[in-house]
Each structure stands twice: as structure tokens, then as C-alpha cells.
């Protein structure tokens, strides 16, 4: 039977050209936070190894953000390569609900193994907003199976950002954040101030806000959610641990649960393998992304208590009501499994506080540069503020000139370089960012 004449051509059997594959994403694909009618500044990735991504116009360029904070490893690594091709002649994917595998057993006991005491219990996810709207499952469900159902809304702070999903939306900063145009549509919570900026900064006015929050909104609330110690997209903010301190001690006052948001803080970035250990504390429930696979595929991993699996088991459903297609995917499993092993078993935290060092003398300079605000360093995390927010195409050409791929945002220019980074990559990112430093006047054209 012929086809109508209405259906689509065929794909073509030859391979279209860069100009053609770039016109075929401008007509056809949405980029991140991006309008469909084309960025004319996409670039065509043709492979990757290492560092460096290798562009098709020829250039090998830095990648500075670790395919956002996810690559730690970099690109093309050998024993995570193997890990990939070895699973995928076992099995790729089977549904999880009935069925079980090797793959996401072993990774649920390195979890268990690797994160703070008493978080026995894993749920794999399939991506860091999912991971956030689980989250907020096992806390309501928690309180229902305490007879608590009115318990429904969760205690955060200013300058989150915790997803793009509609539950983890709503904890994200509902001003400055991403996400202000779905507000009157959100689950409205209950923000405290943004936490005072750096490691030492006094929190003692941050303190008494947030206990007179606590206090006010108690009967209401369900847990409290945060980044440990750096929010990420939120605006790359540094604050205390002794806030995280202070939050599990609300938590436990008010019989709240503590859930921390560690997609990208988790695996080492801020110099410890996991936010919270930069305050000693053991949240209720824990988020895992970006990381955990080493950039190979997306996963994430929501750990918790074994009073928390209780009491959601104890709510009417009794059951987590949460279940994703491709939750616990094999593929993914086994390379995260890789990747831990692989982080664990090198000297990962030697290589980040070098990365911090040279960051920290590399962007130095960055302060006396006209419009700069603030430069700070944590971990593998490098950031310089200025004063506007920057034309991103703009900013992110001048490094792309300088041998170095980096996504700026709002007023950041940043990066979180992959922990296999030499000096000479690490100087490399310094020099383009500070030359990415838009100069102050007419040359300054912002959006």
C-alpha cells in the first residue's frame, strides 16, 4: 500500500553537514531556558575526552562546568566506559516494580555506605527534580502516617533552587528565582531570609528570623528543605554551616523532617564529599544527582532514615506513591557504581583543595576589575560577581575566544571544573573568565 501523501519525507541517509545540523536544531530543538525560535550562539559538539570538548569548527576547548557540575571525572574515562559496555551486555533496562537487579543493589549499598549514618533506605530516581518532588512525597506522607495530614508545607530559605518540576519549583526562590512567573500556581511555602554570605559570616539576625518563622508556621509545617552550605543555581551563595546546625535542631524541635538537596553539592565539590559534612549533621531524608553518574547518564537517588520508611509506610497508602519508568536503570546504575568507586579510590579531596587554591589565586585579580562585586572560591567552585546581569552569549564568546567553554548566568560567571583538571587547565579557566569580565560602560550591553 502506497504511503499518503501527507506523510513525512524519510530521514536522510547521509550525514548532514555542521551548517545543516545547526539549522535543524534552530528549526526544531529547545535548548535550556532558551526560546524556540533559535540561538544563533549554540555550538556543535563533535566529541569529547578528558577536559576538553572538541567543537566542529575545529577548536578543543576547556569545559569549565563539568556538563553542569555533573562530568567530575571528565569525558571518555576508561573504567567508566567499561562499566557502561559491560552492563550493556547484560541487560540496558528492565522496569523495576517486581524486578530487581545487581546493578541497583550494589549502588544502594555504596550509597548506604558512603552517606551520613542512618540514611539506610534508597530510592533511585531519574533525575534531581524528581529526586526533590520524592522528597517532598516522603515528608507528607510522613506526616500523614503520623496523623498529621494538614501538615502540608516546607521551610526553606531565599535563594534556593531545587528543580524545575512543580513541587520542587515551589521551594525554589519564588522572587529572584527562575521560576517567579508559575507563583501564584505553586504550592506556597514558608522563606526565611537567604542566609549571610560566606563560611564565617554571623548568623545571628538569620537566626532569630528563622526560629520566629518556625515557630509561627510549626502546625503547618511538613519538613525543611535546603542546598548544604553552597545554593547552586540559586546564585552560587556561600553561607555558614552553622545554619544547617540550626535547622536540624528546628527540625527535630518541631518534629519536622530535615531534608538537604544535594544534587549539586553531593561527591566532593565543596571540598567535603557531601554538604552536610561541612556541619556535621545527618538530615532525615538526602537528594543525590548530577554526579552520581560521572555525567554518563541521568540519575538521582533519594536516601532516608528508617523512621522516615516507616512512617510514609504508616500513611494511607502505605506505600511510597512514587514510581518512574526508568527508575533504577541499569545502564545508570552500574556506571554510577563505577564512578564512586573510582572517586573514593583516588585522592579526590587532595585534587579539590588544589583546585581550590588555584582558583582562588587565579580570579583574584577579578577584584579590582571595575563592576566586580565579589569573587569567591569553594571546593572545585569558582565564582566572580559583578554588578548587572550579563549578556550570556556575549561573556560566554570572550571565553569560547580564550580556549574555554563556560555557561554564565544572571550576574555569575563561574565555573566547576571537572576534579581531573590540571594547573594549566584550571589557569586556563581563570584567564577566560576574567577576560569575560564585561568592561563597564557603553561596551556593557546586559539582558
Known sequence: MAAPSSARTSAPSTRPTTPQLLSLDRDHLWHPYAPMNGDSSVHLVESASGVRLRLADGREVVDAMSSWWAAIHGYRHPVLDAALMGQVDRVAHVMFGGLTHQPAVELARRLVAITPAGLDKVFLADSGSVSVEVAVKMALQWQRGRGRPRRTRLLTVRGGYHGDTFGAMSVCDPVGGMHTMFTDVLMPQVFAPRPPAGLDADITDWTAQTVALAEEHADDLAAIIVEPVLQGAGGMHVYPPECLRLLRELADRHDLLLILDEIATGFGRTGELFGATHAGVTPDVMCLGKALTGGYLTLAAV????????????????????????????????????????????????????????????LAPARDLPGVVDVRTLGAVGVIQVDTPLDITAAGAVALDHGVWVRPFRDLLYTMPPYISTDDDVDAICRALLAAVPPVGEGRTMR
Not at 536516601?303 to 500513611?315: E, H, I, K, Q
Not at 554510577?336 to 587532595?350: N, V
Open 303 to 362: 536516601l532516608c532514615t528508617d523512621r522516615v520508611a516507616a512512617g510514609v509506610d504508616a500513611s494511607e497508602s502505605g506505600a511510597l506513591m512514587h514510581g518512574p519508568t526508568y527508575m533504577a536503570n541499569p545502564l545508570a546504575c552500574a556506571v554510577a557504581t563505577a564512578s564512586i568507586d573510582l572517586l573514593l579510590g583516588s585522592d579526590w579531596q587532595t585534587r579539590v583543595r588544589r583546585i581550590e587554591r588555584r582558583l582562588a589565586a587565579g
